[in-house]
């Protein structure tokens, strides 16, 4: 069993910047072996899927934030990252990381952004 909390999210204006955190309760190694992803969901809309870190560090992003954001992982810490610029209103959503391994699936609680003049 995994758990996972998210950390970062807030108020923030279109064009500015946040950096969202998720750290895992799983040891450095079991940590290190996950492929970690982080997702969003808007108010009535489907969760979607924002980017993707595998154990290797390979990544893939969303079309709509491509450019804008950047995932990354630090295992030491055992926590992946995720940096948002030039954000938009848009990007408004309840933000959750993924851990995934095999069939085992773990999410965290989920943390806000807005972006709102």
């Known amino acids: 069993q995994v758990q996972l909390v998210e950390s970062g999210g807030g108020l923030v204006q279109p064009g500015g910047s946040l950096r969202l955190s998720c750290t895992a309760s799983a040891s450095e190694i079991i940590f290190s072996i996950y492929a970690m992803d982080w997702y969003r969901q808007a108010p009535g809309k489907q969760r979607e899927l924002v980017a993707i870190i595998t154990r290797d560090g390979n990544t893939a992003y969303a079309d709509s934030v491509k450019g804008r954001f950047t995932i990354s992982r630090d295992n030491a810490k055992k926590t992946v990252y995720l940096q948002m610029n030039n954000l938009k209103p848009d990007d408004t959503a309840v933000y959750y990381c993924?851990?995934?391994?095999?069939?085992?699936?773990?999410w965290g609680q989920g943390t806000q952004v807005t972006v709102s003049a």
């Open positions: 993924k851990a995934q391994y095999g069939s085992n699936d773990y």
